[in-house]
């Protein structure tokens, strides 16, 4: 990657309805739509204008469901990306889609304004999970949704989420046995996040739904892992696997660490080692907007020792990891090796510490106890 390149992500916010286990900003009401949009353009316009010199990479719309929202809108963002940014050496340009909202017309709009790859939120092949976790779409609606991609894509993610309610290895081998026949360039296979705050984890406390015990989701990522092996799929990152070549590019700027720009309610950036945040609501980041004002929740500069640490935290969700010459190129080499010999006498049986530095099979298996662990090194 040149230094000089940038990813951009854009959030969009709306969605049909939300899913139980969802903690993306999005909201069903559509009165702000158009409002939404004007205050998008905005925001491009005020970051464009500092952004001068640097060139697009990538850029991903997601959300919320992007295919929710009339192609008109997809393309007034479009427009301000490229009247405000220099997209002369786009390389890749993704947007999520969800099954029952993506269609022939839509997805021909897409092919025309240079979108090369798709990403769908399938989750499950299960309709009784699907059902259960307020999907808008059931197994049927998937596959026809999927079919119609094909015909205009051959650059396809499908995302699917492991431990929902109802999950058990005959909902896992449906999943896979779709993957077999489908043969998606690329699938983001998540574990269930039930930790925050949502509908989902409500329902889990009061009784009402149960999850698969751990034991048993351990066992199914273990077959997981093994089948997509088998079939071909390289697992490059913790929850990410491709076809040879077919690696996301975007996500490489956030899994380095390096500069990105985010447009839109709660989107985040990282630019010349300073992270912000936008506001997750979307009636004051029409405002801010409006008045001229960039709609930041959060701002900091990074030290180079949170720099260092944000990078590694970010880098080893890949599994080759990060090279030991990248780093000392990128920051002081006695910040690199002081951070590395807390790692190596904290979490030596998780983390590989040679030329590369990544996590074993076994931190691979257990990466939110090892990102947790990470939080306590120290600059001194
Ligand atoms: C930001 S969401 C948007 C995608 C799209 N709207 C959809 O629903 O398919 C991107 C992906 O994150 C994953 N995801 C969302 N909530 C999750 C959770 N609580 N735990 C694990 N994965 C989750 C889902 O696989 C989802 O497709
Ligand atoms: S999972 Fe996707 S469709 Fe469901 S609420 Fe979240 S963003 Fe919307």
Redesign the pocket.
């Known amino acids: 990657m040149n230094s000089n390149d940038i990813a951009v992500y854009l959030h969009i916010p709306f969605?049909v309805k939300r899913?139980l286990?969802?903690?993306?900003v999005s909201t069903t009401d559509l009165s702000l739509k158009a409002k939404y949009f004007n205050a998008l353009s905005k925001e491009i316009a005020l970051k464009g204008e500092k952004l001068k010199g640097r060139k697009v990479r990538t850029i991903y719309f997601?959300?919320?469901?992007p295919s929710f929202v009339e192609e008109e809108f997809i393309l007034q963002t479009f427009r301000s990306l490229q009247e405000h940014m220099d997209l002369s050496d786009l390389e890749e340009f993704t947007i999520?889609v969800?099954p029952e909202s993506v269609n022939e017309k839509k997805v021909q709009f897409y092919k025309e304004i240079g979108i090369n790859r798709i990403s769908?939120?399938f989750?499950s092949t299960s309709d009784k999970i699907l059902k259960t976790v307020g999907r808008s779409h059931d197994f049927n609606k998937g596959l026809e949704s999927y079919k119609l991609l094909t015909s205009f894509y051959d650059n396809i993610n499908i995302?699917?989420?492991v431990g929902l309610p109802y999950e058990n290895f005959e909902t896992v081998n449906s999943n896979l046995e779709f993957i077999e026949k489908m043969k998606p360039s690329h699938i983001?296979y998540?574990?269930?996040?039930?930790s925050?705050d949502?509908p989902l984890k409500h329902f889990l406390e009061i009784k009402e739904m149960k999850l698969p015990e751990d034991d048993l989701v351990y066992d199914l990522l273990d077959y997981i892992y093994d089948q997509l092996k088998k079939l071909q799929y390289n697992r490059y990152e913790i929850s990410s696997w491709s076809l040879p070549q077919k690696e996301c590019i975007h996500n490489q700027f956030y899994w380095y660490n390096l500069d990105y720009v985010g447009f839109g309610v709660s989107a985040g950036g990282h630019i010349n080692n300073e992270r912000y945040v936008n506001t997750s609501d979307v009636k004051a980041y029409i405002t801010k907007l409006n008045n001229e004002e960039l709609p930041y929740d959060t701002k900091n500069a990074n030290d180079e020792f949170a720099e260092l640490l944000e990078t590694l935290f970010m880098s080893l969700r890949l599994t080759k990891g990060i090279t030991y010459d990248s780093l000392v190129q990128r920051f002081s080499k006695n910040v690199v090796d002081n951070v590395l010999n807390q790692l190596k006498n904290n979490l030596e049986e998780y983390i590989s510490i040679d030329d590369s530095i990544k996590l074993t099979t076994k931190g691979l298996n257990f990466s939110r106890f090892v990102f947790e662990k990470l939080l306590d090194v120290s600059p001194t």
């Open positions: 969605c899913c286990y969802c903690d993306y997601g959300g919320g469901t999520e969800n769908m939120g989750q995302d699917f989420i983001s998540y574990l269930l996040d039930s925050h949502t």
